[in-house]
């Protein structure tokens, strides 16, 4: 399996607080990347970056932000957590943008907001 | 806006028999079309497409693209029961990477 590791791996937290989820990487990729995953939506892209300090918003980027001040660690923030981001969080990473052949899961984490 | 559509939504099939699987799609500035499987934890990598009418194979899956008509296909031949599982198809456009809603396949014995 590919370095990387999500936490924490489950999370409740109350509606209006902030949360902070961690990816890490021990592969030394480019490119990093989060995810949420909903019943009837698929999987989602949030935000993704491209480098330390180069990130980008994906489909879903409102109500989180990122920040990425090491290669091996990707921080997504959601700054007042709501009922409508309790979801499965997953981290990938890829050597090149998207399409890489070596575009690897973390193992996620299930985030509830109440 | 990019669309990525696939069907049927759920398929239930008995050991040995073979299944295609769709995804169609509306992409802006498209770059490739990718297969990923999903059991009860992360997506795992299948196959990346980006060449229409060349078919990838790896073992009893197989996946081809049509490009003109905007679709792929997934085939499984002869399945097995550790095949279920859900099927993501994903489309990369210039800054985006779309999934569909995937395909939860069940192979009874």
């Known amino acids: 399996d590919a370095g990387i590791t999500q936490s924490p791996r489950h999370k409740v937290t109350e509606t209006g607080t902030p949360v902070t989820l961690r990816c890490h990487q021990t592969?030394?990729?480019?490119?990093m990347y989060w995810y949420r995953q909903d019943p009837g939506h698929g999987l989602r892209l949030i935000h993704y970056s491209y480098g330390v300090k180069d990130t980008d918003k994906g489909e879903v980027s409102d109500g989180y932000s990122v920040s990425r001040s090491k290669t091996e660690d990707f921080l997504l923030t959601l700054e007042s957590a709501t009922s409508s981001q309790t979801s499965v969080y997953f981290c990938?990473?890829?050597?090149?943008?998207?399409?890489?052949?070596?575009?690897?899961f973390g193992p996620g984490t299930r985030l509830t907001v109440t | 806006e990019d669309k990525v559509v696939q069907s049927p939504l759920s398929l239930v099939v008995h050991e040995g028999d073979t299944v295609t699987l769709n995804c169609s799609y509306e992409v802006t500035n498209f770059r490739s079309l990718l297969w990923y499987k999903q059991e009860k934890k992360a997506p795992t990598f299948l196959f990346m497409l980006?060449?229409?009418?060349i078919e990838k194979k790896s073992g009893r899956l197989s996946s081809i693209l049509d490009k003109k008509e905007l679709f792929s296909i997934l085939n499984i031949t002869a399945t097995q029961t550790g095949d279920s599982a859900v099927y993501l198809c994903?489309?990369?456009?210039?800054?985006?990477?779309?999934f569909g809603k995937g395909t939860m396949l069940l192979v009874s014995p």
């Open positions: 592969e030394n990729h480019r490119y």
């Open positions: 980006t060449s229409s009418g």
């Open positions: 990938a990473i890829s050597s090149d943008r998207f399409s890489s052949y070596e575009q690897y």
């Open positions: 994903a489309v990369e456009g210039y800054s985006t990477l779309t």
